[in-house]
């Protein structure tokens, strides 16, 4: 079960963002070291987080380190990545969801142009709550900090944070790393960042409480019940009896959802992340595309056009030798399906050159059941060539 599709209570994805050097690593190093003093974690030493090993998702390889802890609320894991372009990665390709992030912003620098990347991709990507870690403040004056906090909360504002409603912690990895138990910035840091995210973090519970969205992988064809569509529940609850539409390539089918089945029994409703099998009224087969969804009635819109951020794969990670020109068009895959894509660069951008990150818009051949957020991949005969993901349906 994947993509963070079910309701868990106690349990949280977290991980740290911020200018390259203001601290992350050392502030997840001190984490677990400070939580393993109460048995809440496990610690993990500074060098073994910055070596984090190559993933390889969506096509594209990331280095991703993950450490896990809990408080008295709950558990949480957390992502590290060692690079900027990891993180930027990780954050477009969505391979590391993240409920909260936490912002570290170095005192010594305030906050820098990396710390303005991660908020404003934290934000299209629909992260929205942040709690900011002031690092390094046992070697500033107390007014530069006011300073840092003032600039910190301006740029909340100015990415669409709440700025008023988003906790700031003034610490020290480092100190709290050397087992400082004295100071205000040492492990005392760390277990008020602790209690500003069981207190300000609630983990997901969109899921249950939404539109469901059924995305069609394959139909069956069963003698005296007729077409079965089957997937996995994406999003939302879904009723025996309810009125719903199949959507996508340019179409929408009226139907009514007669029976389904989960693990090949009859069942009067079915959730996210299970495997369903849903027979739909009047719904044959050759009606039915892969790709297409089953959403309630009048709940959605189909889409052709939409703006989105994409990393472009460099040569080295098998993407492409030559840039994006301004007009391109290629095969973009969503979930099930793939199709014929044009992607324009913004205006004033002649190319996009591989290992680059930017905004594109793209126009699909037909209007799909489309969504903000979602991740999709280019491919070039069989390679990725890049990741993105929609961050605006344009009309
Ligand atoms: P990252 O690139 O954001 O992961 O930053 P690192 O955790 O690798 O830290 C960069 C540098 O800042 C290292 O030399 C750390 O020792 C140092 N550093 C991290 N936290 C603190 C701190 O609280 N105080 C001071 N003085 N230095 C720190
Ligand atoms: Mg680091």
Not at 11 to 40: E, F, M, P, R, Y
Not at 61 to 83: F, L, Q, W
Request: charged share 25%.
């Amino acid at each position: 079960r994947k993509s963070g599709s079910i309701v868990q209570k106690n349990h949280c994805n977290v991980g740290t963002i911020g200018h390259v050097d203001h601290g992350k690593t050392t502030l997840t190093s001190a984490i677990t070291a400070v939580l393993a003093k109460c048995g809440q974690a496990e610690f993990t030493p500074y060098d073994k987080i910055d070596q984090a090993p190559a993933e390889r998702a969506r096509g594209i390889t990331i280095n991703t380190a993950h450490v896990g802890y809990r408080t008295e609320k709950r558990t949480y894991a957390h992502t590290d990545c060692p690079g900027h372009m990891d993180f930027i990665k990780n954050m477009i390709a969505g391979t590391a969801q993240m409920d909260a992030a936490i912002v570290i912003v170095a005192a010594t620098d305030g906050p820098m142009p990396q710390t303005r990347e991660h908020l404003m991709l934290a934000k299209q990507i629909g992260l929205n709550k942040v709690v900011v870690f002031v690092n390094k403040c046992e070697i500033v004056d107390k007014d530069v900090l006011e300073l840092v906090e003032i600039e910190m909360r301006e740029l909340l504002d100015h990415y669409g944070f709440k700025s008023d409603d988003t906790p700031f912690i003034f610490g020290s990895a480092l100190l709290a790393l050397k087992g400082d138990t004295e100071s205000e910035y040492g492990e005392k840091s760390i277990h008020r960042l602790m209690q500003a995210l069981d207190d300000h973090v609630e983990p997901p519970v969109r899921d249950l409480n939404v539109p469901f969205f059924l995305p069609v992988s394959s139909t069956v064809t069963v003698p005296n019940r007729g077409t079965v569509l089957v997937g996995t529940m994406k999003r939302g609850v879904l009723r025996k009896g309810q009125d719903a539409e199949l959507i996508g390539y340019d179409r929408r089918q009226k139907t009514r959802i007669t029976g389904m089945q989960v693990f090949h029994k009859d069942v009067d409703s079915c959730q996210a992340g299970e495997n369903v099998g849903v027979i739909a009224k009047g719904i044959k087969k050759d009606m039915v595309d892969r790709g297409m969804a089953l959403v309630p009635l009048k709940s959605m819109s189909l889409h052709n056009r939409f703006e989105a951020t994409i990393y472009l794969l460099s040569a080295d990670e098998g993407g492409r030798q030559k840039a994006l020109p301004a007009r391109y068009i290629q095969m973009l895959h969503i979930d099930t399906w793939c199709m014929s894509c044009r992607f324009d660069l913004p205006p004033k951008i002649e190319l996009m050159m591989p290992g680059e990150q930017g905004v594109v818009h793209g126009t699909l051949l037909c209007q799909m059941p489309i969504t903000i957020g979602m991740t999709f991949t280019v491919r070039e005969a069989k390679s990725t060539i890049a990741t993105g993901v929609i961050t605006k349906l344009l009309p």
